[in-house]
């Protein structure tokens, strides 16, 4: 029985190339099968069953969108897969060109969105040491005057700043951020404008 099994598949299956790799796309990320955990945007290759659903909440959101009310509810009773039709079914399918249109452009926008904040949030950083800087400079000159400097005397047990286990300067963290997280933005902006407007 198994041989003849086994001889029926393959004359049924296609041969694929040598080296060519699997034709489908395979989960090899644990077990398929999820219990009672929520499907995410990650499961979208093994989320499967809800296609009509999934079919009907982009034709909902389609309708809405060309009356210009681009937003869908999704009720049901509780432990039903609202979440992961939402995550796993329809935002894998939303993010692709042409499902929606005009979902290229929101993306491009909340790129922009993104690295306009980091912008903003960079200034204010900068601004901030700026202002520290010249607040400590007063200090310092009030401290001349008195009997005793006490931030002369700490800014010395720190080490003045060279070593960093005693003192480590926040300002250069902080304006790292903004810049680190414009990287993100930077690359969805490039992917939204390349593959979906």
Known sequence: MEVHL????????????????????VWTAGSPFR????????????????????????????AQASQGRPFVLVLGMSGCGKSSLVRAGVLPLLTQPGVIEGVGL???????????????????????????????????????????PCYDKEWELLGQGADRRKYLQLTRIEKALPLVLTIPCLLLLLIAIVFLV
Not at 6 to 25: M, N, Q, T, V, Y
Not at 50 to 62: G, W
């Open 6 to 25: 086994r001889k029926l598949l393959e004359e049924r299956l296609p041969r694929s190339r040598p080296g060519a790799g699997p034709r489908f796309r």
């Open 35 to 62: 219990g009672l955990e929520t499907f995410d945007f990650d499961h979208s290759p093994i989320f499967f069953g809800r296609t009509k659903a999934t079919s009907e909440v982009l034709d909902a959101l389609r």
């Open 106 to 148: 929101w993306l491009v926008l909340i790129a922009i969105l993104g690295i306009l904040v980091c912008a903003v949030w960079w200034s204010n950083v900068s601004s901030f040491q700026q202002l520290n800087r010249a607040k400590f400079q007063v200090i310092h000159e009030l401290e001349q005057r008195l009997p005793f």
